[in-house]
């Protein structure tokens, strides 16, 4: 049958099993918007503040469901609205088809309004990016996109469709698509080097698992855990890996680098043989390079072949989907002789380092307690979700994750303001969850005004803002490091978050304790809406331990507990 270009587009976005879309409408994607109108029966479409939220709304959903996230924008200043929420995605790979809009096919390059070629921008931060300039090639193009976004390492596509080409006619015949994630079967190069990888096992007793975020995309988290009780493994996890092991169990040591637990950080000093899985070792990790993990054998399973040998040199790597690969270690590993004494008697001396993630009460109305008291009003599968800077790092710090995917940050590219956009996406995904937001009030002022999208679609999140009244991460940075010269760091200004809560329609609570905490944080959650929970905390309050940027990561500057005045 012949359909518009903005009707192959609808059709094909149902083809994939979309039933959500988060954008901000304009003249060049009018069209496409029309077609939304006629077929809100079919998607749902979530109308951002701004088309940064849009981005990082189909960013949240994409992690929280495990689908395929979409955005729409329109051209010029809309789709370069969306350039950050497409690094943000492109860096801890996330699958998002970002649509755009662009200026008729004979007006490209001419300077026309609301112009720019947003596939030159975006050519760095996407796996992949499309310009549709005949409307035959429409439906072949997005079913592309959406099979490039999914398949093998995620990361966001972006497809930028002239105007004239979503009104133009084509032939359209629907196809059956397989939305359902595929693991790549493991390769005989991959089977040989893990037959390789069983027998470093067997020859190493201090062996250390280190989980990154590929780890958790490729849903290896039973996997980890099963060899790491096998071999008596001591496991951390980076940033983006957090939840990959539950926090509860023993073998888990904590984060890696440079706001890493002593215990992972020690531990990965001392090993003999570091298995790292899924993760890129980016500098916040490895810390001096030239000098991390110098005493080991450094093993790297991959999916992806660009990131291997990329920033640390490795003794052995396999190339592969971490599940697959894992699966095919622990059936080799089955009637593998080694001795478990030496292992467990090391992963004993590593666990005594451990520092209680929970705070009791008598410590007072702090970032730890706030986070403590947090997790024990919300059942395990709740959804935590972060900005970026102080506040997030005391979120994969100290509340415990039990079940995995359930904590979701900017972790590549630091995206403060990643916040509200990507809880309300998270929510909207996973409307049986709860989620809860930890944002600072740097980060807040950046993205409140998704509020409005929240209460106007009645979207539940649970805000809790950790109000310093200063940038918080980089106060501590200029505490330690420059002299306690506070160059624009102190945010002595508005807005009252509280009232910037009732204004939007919404509830909104300002807290000094953790007794004004518990009655505000219950008062939300009973309501199932949104809510604003402003916790006015220290400003001089750090996230411990720290290690010095580019230098080891045993070579701590701050330790737990540790304030820099008492350093």
């Known amino acids: 049958m012949k359909l518009t270009g903005a009707q192959i587009l609808i059709e094909c976005l149902v083809e994939q099993g979309v039933d959500t879309v988060f954008g901000y409408p304009g003249g060049s994607v009018l069209n496409i918007y029309d077609e939304l109108y006629k077929s809100s029966d079919r998607?749902?479409?979530i109308l951002t503040a701004h088309e940064q939220g849009a981005s990082h709304a189909a960013d949240g959903y994409a992690r929280a469901s495990g689908k395929v996230g979409v955005c729409i924008a329109t051209s010029g200043p809309g789709a370069t609205n969306l350039v950050t929420g497409i690094a943000t995605a492109y860096l801890d790979s996330v699958p998002v088809v970002f649509i755009t809009g662009n200026v008729n096919v004979n007006l490209i390059g001419k300077d026309s309004f609301q112009?720019?070629?947003?596939?030159?921008?975006?050519?760095?931060?996407?796996?992949?990016?499309?310009?549709v300039k005949d409307v035959k090639d429409l439906a072949q193009i997005m079913r592309e996109a959406f099979e490039i976004a999914r398949t093998g390492r995620p990361g966001p596509v972006l497809v930028d469709i002239p105007?004239?080409?979503?009104?133009?006619?084509?032939?359209?015949?629907?196809?059956?698509?397989?939305?359902?994630?595929?693991?790549?079967?493991?390769?005989?190069?991959?089977?040989?080097?893990?037959?390789?990888?069983?027998?470093?096992?067997?020859?190493?007793?201090?062996?250390?698992?280190?989980?990154?975020?590929?780890?958790?995309?490729?849903?290896?988290?039973?996997?980890?855990?099963?060899?790491?009780?096998?071999?008596k493994a001591p496991v951390g996890t980076t940033l983006m890996g957090t939840g990959c092991i539950p926090s509860s169990h023993p073998n888990f040591t904590g984060m890696i680098g440079m706001h890493g637990t002593?215990?992972?950080?020690?531990?990965?000093?001392?090993?003999?043989?570091?298995?790292?899985?899924?993760?890129?070792?980016?500098?916040?990790?490895?810390?001096?390079?030239?000098?991390?993990?110098?005493?080991?054998?450094?093993?790297?399973?991959?999916?992806?072949?660009?990131?291997?040998?990329?920033?640390?040199?490795?003794?052995?790597?396999?190339?592969?989907?971490?599940?697959?690969?894992?699966?095919?270690?622990?059936?080799?590993?089955?009637?593998?002789?080694?001795?478990?004494?030496?292992?467990?008697?090391?992963?004993?001396?590593?666990?005594?380092l451990k520092v209680p993630a929970r705070a009791p009460r008598h410590l007072g109305f702090t970032p730890k307690a706030i986070i403590t008291e947090t997790q024990n009003h919300l059942p395990k599968d709740a959804i935590v979700v972060t900005d970026v800077g102080q506040h997030q790092m005391w979120a994969a710090r100290y509340y415990g994750y039990e079940v995995p995917g359930t904590f979701i940050t900017s972790g590549g590219f630091g995206t403060m303001g990643y916040g509200s956009g990507a809880a309300m996406g998270a929510a909207v995904a996973?409307?049986?969850?709860?989620?809860?937001?930890?944002?600072?009030?740097g980060c807040f002022r950046m993205n409140s005004n998704e509020l409005a999208t929240m209460q106007h679609y009645g979207i539940p999140v649970i805000i809790i803002v950790m109000n310093n009244g200063?940038?918080?991460?980089?106060?501590?940075?200029?505490?330690?490091?420059?002299?306690?010269?506070?160059?624009?760091?102190?945010?002595?200004?508005?807005p009252d978050f509280a009232k910037l809560a009732?204004?939007?329609?919404?509830?909104?609570?300002?807290?000094?304790?953790?007794?004004?905490?518990?009655?505000?944080?219950?008062?939300?959650?009973?309501?199932?809406?949104?809510?604003?929970i402003d916790c006015r905390i220290g400003c001089d309050e750090t996230i411990t331990p720290m290690v010095a940027p580019g230098k080891p990561i045993t070579e701590f500057v701050l330790h737990e507990h540790e304030t820099p005045e008492q350093k």
């Open 163 to 231: 105007k004239n080409v979503t009104a133009e006619t084509a032939e359209y015949s629907a196809e059956k698509i397989d939305t359902a994630r595929k693991t790549s079967p493991v390769s005989e190069e991959a089977a040989a080097g893990i037959e390789e990888l069983a027998d470093m096992i067997c020859k190493h007793d201090k062996v250390f698992m280190l989980c990154g975020g590929g780890a958790l995309l490729a849903g290896a988290s039973e996997e980890v855990t099963q060899l790491a009780e096998l071999i």
């Open 43 to 45: 998607i749902h479409h």
């Open 502 to 532: 009732e204004a939007y329609g919404l509830k909104g609570y300002t807290v000094c304790s953790l007794e004004q905490f518990d009655e505000a944080f219950e008062e939300a959650l009973a309501s199932g809406e949104t809510a604003v």
């Open 430 to 441: 996973r409307q049986d969850r709860k989620v809860v937001l930890f944002t600072g009030d």
């Open 115 to 131: 112009e720019a070629d947003i596939a030159g921008i975006t050519t760095p931060i996407t796996k992949h990016n499309f310009i």
């Open 262 to 352: 002593r215990a992972t950080n020690v531990a990965v000093s001392e090993s003999e043989l570091f298995i790292a899985l899924g993760s890129r070792f980016n500098d916040r990790v490895t810390g001096d390079v030239n000098k991390f993990c110098k005493s080991a054998k450094i093993v790297q399973i991959d999916i992806d072949a660009a990131e291997i040998n990329k920033n640390v040199r490795t003794a052995h790597h396999i190339q592969g989907d971490v599940k697959s690969v894992l699966q095919r270690l622990l059936k080799v590993l089955e009637s593998a002789p080694f001795e478990t004494a030496e292992r467990e008697q090391w992963l004993s001396a590593i666990q005594t």
């Open 470 to 494: 200063v940038l918080g991460m980089v106060r501590q940075w200029q505490t330690v490091f420059y002299g306690k010269r506070y160059s624009q760091t102190n945010l002595d200004r508005g």
